[in-house]
Structures are given as structure tokens and as C-alpha cells.
């Protein structure tokens, strides 16, 4: 069964560094995501993608961050330079469209730690 | 306002017998959507089980039903026959879509154990 999936599964970066999240969606599905988990909080929308551009931000998606889908299957999250409070799991999911099909799948994670 | 909410930190359940994990939302949009997940210690998202707003049954996916309360704004996850990797942690979560918005707005989540 197709799935999403993330690399790296774990980055540690020192603190102003800047870095990327790559993630592959399901081959068919038309809508991107990334959400983010600080460790014992609740899932956090940050930035919905379609048709190559951002349909949805939240105010967590500030200047640091940015999207890109460089080619036809990844999907990367970019942070420009990190922060101590942007440590967190980073979650990409993907979904169709309406109906059943709105369902969003998630990949495993990347757990990323800002020292 | 809370927009999704668990209010169940902790359940503890028997193997073999069922438990329901309570969600509340609450929401002016006439159309949305609610889904399940389960988050394993190994941390990962997996989809559980989806109830539309406007779908006339409640759901049900194996083990897993939905027990949709439109009325009341509650959907409510019941497990049958809890097994011991049913243990985790469940997070409810909502989209409301007539703002053409596609986040998904989770719940707080409830920590489930399953007892031998």
C-alpha cells in the first residue's frame, strides 16, 4: 500500500542553522502538508501546498520557513535558521481531494532537535 | 475555544474488551470533516477511521467505529476487542471545509493502555 515518507528520521542541528525536511508524498495525491508535534503537545498545522504554490498558512509559518516541491515526487520544508523552539517531530502528509478522499496520511516523522 | 477536545487523558482498558475515546468539537461550519489517528511510542501518524458531517451512517473500519452524535458535536472512537498494540496515544482531529480550509485541527489526545 503506497505510503508517505520522510528522511532524514532524526536531525540534530546547532541553533541558527538552517535545514531541510524532505518528504515524498503518495504518487496520486494532489494536496501537501507539513504539521509539527512539540514533544507532549497536540499536532500543529504549519502550510498546506497544491498545485505548486501555498494554498494555507498559520501563524507558526513565519518568514523562517518555506516549501518547495523541486521535482514531480518530493516535498520539502525548509527552516532558514533554526531556533531552540522549532525543535519538535515534523510530520508531511498528503491527501486527494473532497469527500473520503480529503483524508490526510502521514509520513513517519522527522524528530529534529535545535541545540 | 477549544475547536477539538479529548477530554480524557488516560484510559485504561482490559484486553479483549472494548473502550470509546471521547471527542467534542465544535464548529459553525455545516461541512466538515473528523478523523482518528493513532500515534504508537514509535511516533508515527496512522489514520484510523473518517466520519463526514453529512454521512448518514457512522463509520466503521474493522475494530474501529465512530459513534457520531451531530447533535451534540461528538465523535467518540470505540475500539472492540482491544488487543495489547491497541496501547497508545489517539488523537481526534476536525476540517472544517466550507472556508475552502484544508488543516486539519487535532485534539490534546488520550493516552490509551491495554492490559493483559
Known amino acids: 500500500e503506497p505510503e508517505v515518507t520522510q528522511t532524514p528520521s532524526h536531525q540534530v542541528t546547532q541553533m541558527g542553522q538552517e535545514v531541510i525536511l524532505r518528504c515524498v508524498p503518495i504518487s496520486n495525491h494532489l494536496y501537501f502538508y507539513w504539521y509539527r508535534q512539540i514533544l507532549g503537545q497536540k499536532v500543529e498545522f504549519l502550510v498546506s501546498?497544491?498545485?505548486?504554490?501555498?494554498?494555507?498558512k498559520s501563524e507558526i509559518f513565519d518568514d523562517q520557513f518555506s516549501v518547495e516541491r523541486p521535482d514531480g515526487s518530493n516535498f520539502t520544508l525548509k527552516i532558514r535558521s533554526t531556533k531552540l523552539e522549532d525543535s519538535a517531530m515534523y510530520f508531511c502528509?498528503?491527501?486527494?481531494?473532497?469527500?473520503?478522499?480529503?483524508?490526510?496520511?502521514f509520513g513517519p516523522g522527522t524528530r529534529l532537535l535545535v541545540l | 475555544a477549544q475547536k477539538i477536545t479529548q477530554t480524557q487523558p488516560g484510559m485504561f482498558v482490559q484486553e479483549k474488551e472494548a473502550v470509546t475515546l471521547d471527542c467534542t468539537y465544535d464548529?459553525?461550519?455545516?461541512?466538515?470533516?473528523l478523523f482518528w489517528y493513532k500515534q504508537p511510542s514509535s511516533g508515527e501518524m496512522i489514520f484510523l477511521i473518517y466520519?463526514?458531517?453529512?454521512?448518514?451512517q457512522n463509520a466503521t473500519e474493522g475494530r474501529y467505529s465512530l459513534n457520531f452524535q451531530k447533535a451534540r458535536k461528538s465523535a467518540n472512537l470505540v475500539i472492540s476487542a482491544s488487543q495489547l498494540g491497541d496501547s497508545a496515544m489517539y488523537f481526534c482531529a476536525m476540517r472544517e471545509r466550507l472556508t475552502g480550509r484544508r488543516a486539519l485541527t487535532f485534539g490534546s489526545g488520550t493516552r490509551l493502555q491495554v492490559q493483559p
Open positions: 502528509a498528503s491527501s486527494k481531494r473532497e469527500g473520503r478522499e480529503e483524508t490526510q496520511y
Open positions: 466520519q463526514g458531517s453529512y454521512d448518514q
Open positions: 464548529t459553525s461550519d455545516p461541512s466538515y470533516g
Open positions: 501546498f497544491y498545485n505548486n504554490e501555498i494554498s494555507e
